[in-house]
C-alpha cells in the first residue's frame, strides 16, 4: 500500500476529489489515523461513494466502536466497496451498522455476494425468534421484546447485505425486489412463529397469508408496507367460527410482530385493507367465503389486485389453493362489463388523489410513474391473458417482456417502458434507502440530487444528468401509458365472448354465419393463413383479428373486408410498421375494416401502394394536396428517369394511386364531398398528364437528338375540365402546338403529333392500377380530325366549320398541362365560340336539342332502365349539365359570372344573375349531386365504372352501404334517387326544352 504525501491530502485536494467540506473531510481522516491518511484505496473508495462525506462521516463512527474495521478495510476491497458504498447511500444504514458494529463482517468474504434462497431467508428469521425452521408450524420462544428486537436486527443485517450487493452493482434491480419480498416473506413466517408462541389453539386451524401487490409480485421495495390477505380453514373436526377465531388471533399476532415499535423501531406495516370488503370485513375468511364474495360483490379493480396474489407465509397448500381459485376468476375478468373503463376510471382517482403538491416530484403516483407502467401492463394482462397463458405473471417487468414476445405490445414500446421503470424503481430504492423511510419522492435539495445522480453513475453533472434522465423517462412513460392504457382496442378485446375471441373454436364457422360472412368456410381459411404458426406476425393477427372480425362484418362486405385483409397483410406482414399500426392505433384498424369490407376498388389500390396504410390513422392526412405539390412532387419523379420514359410514368403512377387512395378514403369516410372529389381527381388526372408530357416531350428529343421547335399544351375537355372527374372518368383532352420561329410548320407538325401518341402509348402501358385512357374525339372532325392541329389550324377551323355542339363542348376547355401561353391563346381562341356576345341562334338552340333528344333515344343501353341510369337517364347528368350549357351559350357572353366550366358553379351564376330560380337550382344540384356520388360509388364497390344502378339487390345493397345508408336500405337509395331525379327532369323539361 503507497502512502499519499501528507501535502495532497488537503481539503482542497479533498474538494477537488468530491469531498462537499475538504476542511471536515481532512480532519476526519486524521482522526482515523496515519495508516488511513495514507491509504490510496480507502481515499479511493470514499470518493467513489455517492456522498463521499456521509460515507466517511459513518465510517468514523464505526471505527470509534470498532477500530478493527479499517485493518479488514485495507485488506479485504471487496469489504470496502459494499461498506463505503452502502455508506455514502444510506444513512440509516450507517446508524445500524454503529449500533451494531458486528454486522460490517457481513459485508466481507465469498459469502457477501452470494444471493441466498427464500428457504434460507426464513430459516434466518426463524431461528433469530427461537423457531425451528424445520416445524411445518413453526412456534417462536415467546413474544417478548426480546424476541421482536433480534428479529429486527437479524431482518436488517439481511437487508444490509443486499443494499451492499445493490449500490455496487452485484445484484439487478429484479434480484433486488426479489430478495426483498423473499426477506418480507421470511419476516411474516417468524411474525406468525411469533403469534402462534401467543395462542395455544393455534393448532386447529390452517392459515396462510397471501402477498399482494409489489410483495405477491416479488418487487418489493426498501421500505414499503406489506399488502397481505388471509385465507383459513379449520382443522378436522374443529368448529369453523372458533377456528376463524383463531386465525383472526393469529393474523393480528403476526401484524403487531411485524409493525410494532420496539428500541430496534417497526419492520413495516402489514396491510390488511386488499381482502374483500377492505377494512370493514373480517380480517380473515375461510377459502368458500372469498370465492363467494369474488363471484358475487367484488369490483373489478379487486380482480386486478388479485393478479399479484402469492402465498408467501403460513400453510403453503392452502395458499396454493387460493391462489388457483383466485385465477379462474382474474383471468376473466375482462369480460366483466365496463371492466376497461372501470380500469382507467381507477387510475384516474389514483392520480387525483396524488398530492398537488409534489405529484410533479412523484415516482410512484404522479404522471409518467410507475403507476402508470404498472396499471397500463396490468390492463393489457387482464385483457388479453384469459386467452394467451403466457401472459399470467406477476411481476411487471417479466409481463413487459412477455406482452412484447406476443405481440401485443411494440418492441421498441416495450423497451422503452422497461428502462424507465428500470430506472424509476432504481431511484425509488436509492430515496427509501438514505433515511429507511416510506417515500416516493424526488427530493429537491441539490445534495440529495447530487447523492442520487452519484449513486447511478453520473459524475460529470450529477444533478443535471440525474434531472434531465428522470424527466425523459417520466416522459417517455406517460406517452406509452396514455398509448397503451387507452388504447381503444383494449375495450373491443375485452367485449368480445371467449367463443369469438378464440378463433379455433368448433363453433367459428357458425359464428361466422351468424355475423353475416356468406362464405366462413372461406373465412376461416384466411383466419387460419393469417395466425397459424409461432412468429410475432401470427401473434399479432391473433391478437387484431377477434376484434376486426367484427368491424368486418359491420362493413357492406365482410367476405370482401376479410379477404383483403389478407392479401394487404401479405404483401406488408414482414413490414415491422404495418401490424404495430393496427396494433398500437386502433382507428387505423377500425377505418382500415370498414374500408376493405366496403370498396373493393380502395382495396386494389392498396395491394400495389400498400404504404398508403400509413395515412389512415390521422384525418389530416385525407386532405387533398394541392396541385402546385403534386405537381413538383410528380416532375422530381419523371427527374429521377431522364433516359426512361416507361420508369418515369410507372413511378409518376405510383403517386397517382397513393393519391387516389387518399381521395377515395376521404371519400368513403365523408371527409370531402362530391366537388370536392371531382377536384381532386381532375387536379391529379392533370398532373399525371404533365408528367407523362415530361417524359414524353423527353423521349420524342432524345429520339430525334433535337429541341422539340413547338409549343405544345393539352386542353382538359369534358368532365375534366370542368374539374368533375369520377373515378372511372377517361381523360378527354384536345392537343394544340405552335411552331417556334423559324421551324417548318410541317416539322413541327409531326414532332407534336409524335408527342401526342407518345403521351398517350404511355399512360396506356399495362399496369395494375385504375387506367388514365385519353380520350381526344372532342377535337375538332372528331375522330376524322387530326389528332393535334396548330393554334392556326383550330383559328381556321372554328372561323368556318365550328357547329353549335362544338361550341358548347368548348364550354369545358380549360388548359390542363403543357405549355400555358399556347394554352392560355387557344382558350382565348374558343371564348367567341362559347360565350357569344348575341348569344347561341334560336336555330343552335333548336339544333343542340334535337341532338340531346337524339342521344337520349340512341345511346342509352339496351335493356338499360332509363329512370336508374345516372349518365343518360332523366333527371341524371346529362340533363343538368345540358340545362347549365345553354344558359351559359345564351348568356355567357354578356354575363361574364357564367363563363366557368363548372356545372353547380354556372347554375349557381344563373341564380345569382336572375336566370333560373332558386327552388329549380336546388333540384338540378341535388340531382348532379346525387347522380355523381352513386357513379362513384359504383367505381368504389366494384372496382370498376357502370352508369346505372345495378339491378341486383346485393350490388345494390353494398352501394347503398358504402354512400352512408343503413343496412338494408337498398331501395330506399332507389326511391330517392327516383324522386330526386323526377324533379330535375321537371326542371330540365321547363328551362331546356321550353322557351
Not at 373486408?561 to 382507428?587: H, I, M
Not at 342521344?855 to 347528368?877: F, Q, S, V, Y
Amino acid at each position: 500500500m503507497s502512502a499519499v504525501p501528507r501535502m495532497q491530502t488537503t481539503a482542497g485536494r479533498l474538494a477537488r476529489l468530491g469531498f462537499a467540506d475538504g476542511a471536515r473531510a481532512e480532519r476526519l481522516l486524521d482522526e482515523l489515523g496515519p495508516e488511513a491518511v495514507g491509504d490510496l484505496g480507502l481515499l479511493d473508495s470514499l470518493v467513489a461513494a455517492a456522498d463521499p462525506d456521509l460515507a466517511l462521516t459513518s465510517l468514523n463512527r464505526l471505527a470509534e466502536r470498532d477500530p478493527s474495521v479499517l485493518g479488514a478495510l485495507r485488506s479485504d476491497a471487496g469489504l470496502r466497496a459494499r461498506l463505503l458504498g452502502v455508506f455514502g447511500v444510506s444513512s440509516a444504514l450507517g446508524d445500524h451498522v454503529v449500533k451494531h458494529p458486528e454486522h460490517w463482517s457481513l459485508l466481507g468474504g465469498a459469502h457477501a455476494v452470494r444471493r441466498p434462497t427464500a428457504q434460507e431467508l426464513r430459516a434466518e428469521l426463524l431461528l433469530a425468534v427461537g423457531a425451528e425452521p424445520g416445524d411445518p408450524e413453526p412456534r417462536a420462544t415467546d413474544a417478548g421484546t426480546a424476541t421482536l428486537v433480534a428479529l429486527r436486527v437479524a431482518y436488517r443485517g439481511r437487508l444490509l447485505r443486499l443494499a451492499a450487493r445493490d449500490v455496487t452493482g452485484e445484484a439487478s434491480l429484479t434480484e433486488a425486489t426479489a430478495e426483498l419480498s423473499d426477506l418480507a416473506g421470511a419476516a411474516l413466517e417468524a411474525g406468525l412463529a411469533v403469534a402462534r408462541s401467543e395462542h395455544a389453539e393455534s393448532g386447529s386451524v390452517r392459515l396462510a397469508v397471501i402477498g399482494m401487490g409489489k410483495c405477491g409480485a416479488r418487487e418489493l421495495n426498501y421500505i414499503s408496507d406489506v399488502d397481505v390477505v388471509f385465507v383459513a380453514e379449520p382443522r378436522e373436526g374443529v368448529d369453523e367460527t372458533k377456528a376463524l377465531q383463531s386465525a383472526t388471533r393469529l393474523a393480528q399476532g403476526m401484524m403487531r410482530a411485524c409493525s410494532a415499535s420496539t428500541p430496534e423501531g417497526s419492520l413495516w406495516e402489514v396491510d390488511a385493507a386488499l381482502r374483500p370488503e377492505g377494512k370493514a370485513g373480517p380480517l380473515v375468511r375461510t377459502l368458500a367465503s372469498h370465492q363467494a364474495y369474488y363471484r358475487r360483490w367484488a369490483k373489478t379493480w379487486e380482480f386486478q389486485a388479485l393478479l399479484k396474489a402469492r402465498p408467501v407465509a403460513g400453510d403453503p397448500e392452502l395458499g396454493e389453493q387460493y391462489v388457483a381459485a383466485m385465477n379462474e376468476m382474474v383471468w376473466q375478468a375482462a369480460t366483466r362489463d365496463r371492466f376497461v373503463e372501470d380500469v382507467q376510471a381507477m387510475r384516474r382517482r389514483v392520480e387525483e388523489h396524488a398530492r398537488a403538491g409534489d405529484a410533479e416530484r412523484q415516482l410512484k403516483l404522479g404522471p409518467g410513474g410507475l403507476r402508470d407502467i404498472e396499471f397500463a401492463v396490468q390492463l393489457l394482462q387482464l385483457v388479453h391473458g384469459r386467452l394467451d397463458p403466457l401472459l399470467r405473471r406477476r411481476g411487471t417487468l417479466s409481463a413487459l417482456a412477455a406482452l412484447s414476445r406476443g405481440g401485443y405490445v411494440g418492441r421498441e414500446d416495450a423497451k422503452a417502458l422497461a428502462e424507465a421503470y428500470t430506472f424509476l424503481r432504481q431511484v425509488e430504492h436509492l430515496i427509501q434507502l438514505h433515511r429507511l423511510r416510506r417515500t416516493h419522492v424526488v427530493p429537491e435539495d441539490a445534495g440529495d440530487l447530487r447523492r442520487l445522480g452519484r449513486s447511478l453513475g453520473m459524475t460529470s453533472d450529477p444533478v443535471g444528468e440525474f434531472t434531465t434522465w428522470w424527466r425523459r423517462h417520466a416522459m417517455e412513460a406517460r406517452r406509452l401509458h396514455e398509448k397503451l392504457f387507452y388504447r381503444p382496442l383494449l375495450q373491443a378485446v375485452a367485449r368480445l365472448p371467449e367463443s369469438e375471441a378464440r378463433l379455433s373454436t368448433a363453433a367459428a364457422q357458425a359464428r361466422l354465419e351468424a355475423l353475416g360472412y356468406t362464405d366462413p368456410a372461406g373465412a376461416l381459411r384466411h383466419i387460419s393463413a393469417l395466425t397459424s404458426g409461432v412468429s410475432r406476425r401470427a401473434a399479432i393477427q391473433r391478437t387484431l383479428l377477434p376484434v376486426m372480425l367484427g368491424w368486418f362484418a359491420d362493413a357492406p362486405d365482410p367476405d370482401g373486408g376479410l379477404l383483403g385483409f389478407r392479401q394487404v397483410s401479405d404483401k406488408l406482414g414482414a413490414t415491422p410498421w404495418y401490424l404495430r399500426l393496427l396494433r398500437d392505433e386502433t382507428a387505423v384498424a377500425s377505418r382500415l375494416a370498414r374500408l376493405l369490407g366496403t370498396s373493393r376498388y380502395v382495396t386494389g389500390l392498396l395491394l400495389h401502394a400498400p404504404d398508403a396504410v400509413a395515412m389512415l390513422g390521422s384525418d389530416a392526412e385525407l386532405v387533398p394536396r394541392p396541385a402546385e405539390a403534386l405537381l413538383a412532387e410528380a416532375r422530381a419523379t419523371v427527374g429521377r428517369h431522364p433516359t426512361a420514359a416507361e420508369g418515369a410514368v410507372a413511378a409518376v403512377r405510383g403517386l397517382r394511386r397513393r393519391e387516389l387512395f387518399r381521395t377515395a378514403v376521404a371519400d368513403l369516410t365523408g371527409h370531402i364531398d362530391i366537388e370536392q372529389v371531382g377536384q381532386a381527381l381532375s387536379t391529379l388526372n392533370d398532373t399525371t398528364i404533365q408528367a407523362a408530357l415530361d417524359a414524353a416531350i423527353s423521349k420524342v428529343e432524345m429520339e430525334r437528338r433535337t429541341p422539340l421547335g413547338t409549343r405544345f399544351a393539352v386542353i382538359a375537355m369534358g368532365r375534366l375540365g370542368g374539374f368533375e372527374s369520377s373515378y372511372g372518368s377517361d381523360a378527354d383532352v384536345m392537343f394544340v402546338h405552335a411552331p417556334l420561329e423559324g421551324v417548318p410548320e410541317r416539322e413541327a407538325t409531326d414532332v407534336a403529333f409524335a408527342v401526342a401518341n407518345e403521351l398517350r402509348r404511355l399512360l396506356a402501358l399495362p399496369a395494375p392500377d385504375p387506367p388514365l385512357l385519353i380520350d381526344p374525339d372532342l377535337r375538332p372532325e372528331g375522330r376524322q380530325g387530326p389528332l393535334v392541329r396548330t393554334l392556326a389550324s383550330y383559328a381556321a377551323y372554328y372561323g368556318r366549320w365550328s357547329s353549335p355542339w362544338e361550341s358548347q363542348a368548348l364550354l369545358r376547355a380549360r388548359f390542363s398541362a403543357g405549355d400555358r401561353w399556347i394554352g392560355t391563346a387557344l382558350l382565348e381562341l374558343a371564348d367567341p365560340l362559347r360565350y357569344p356576345a348575341e348569344g347561341i341562334a334560336d336555330a343552335a338552340v333548336l339544333q343542340i336539342r334535337k341532338l340531346k333528344a337524339r342521344m337520349e333515344a340512341e345511346r342509352l343501353p339496351r335493356g338499360a332502365d332509363p329512370a336508374l341510369h345516372t349518365k343518360l337517364g332523366p333527371g341524371g347528368l346529362s340533363d343538368v349539365e345540358w340545362v347549365a350549357q345553354l344558359i351559359q351559350l345564351r348568356h355567357a357572353g354578356r354575363l361574364p359570372s357564367l363563363r366557368t366550366t363548372r356545372t353547380l358553379e354556372t347554375l349557381r351564376a344563373a341564380v345569382a344573375e336572375g336566370l333560373l330560380s332558386a327552388s329549380d337550382e336546388a333540384s338540378l344540384t341535388q340531382a348532379w349531386r346525387f347522380a355523381s356520388r352513386v357513379r362513384d360509388a359504383i367505381v368504389l364497390v366494384r372496382g370498376r365504372a357502370a352508369d346505372s344502378i345495378p339491378a341486383g339487390q346485393r350490388e345494390r345493397a353494398l352501394i347503398s352501404r358504402a354512400m352512408g345508408y343503413p343496412q338494408d336500405a337498398s331501395e330506399d337509395l332507389v326511391d330517392d334517387y327516383r324522386r330526386v331525379t323526377r324533379r330535375a327532369r321537371r326542371v330540365v323539361e321547363r328551362v331546356f326544352y321550353e322557351d
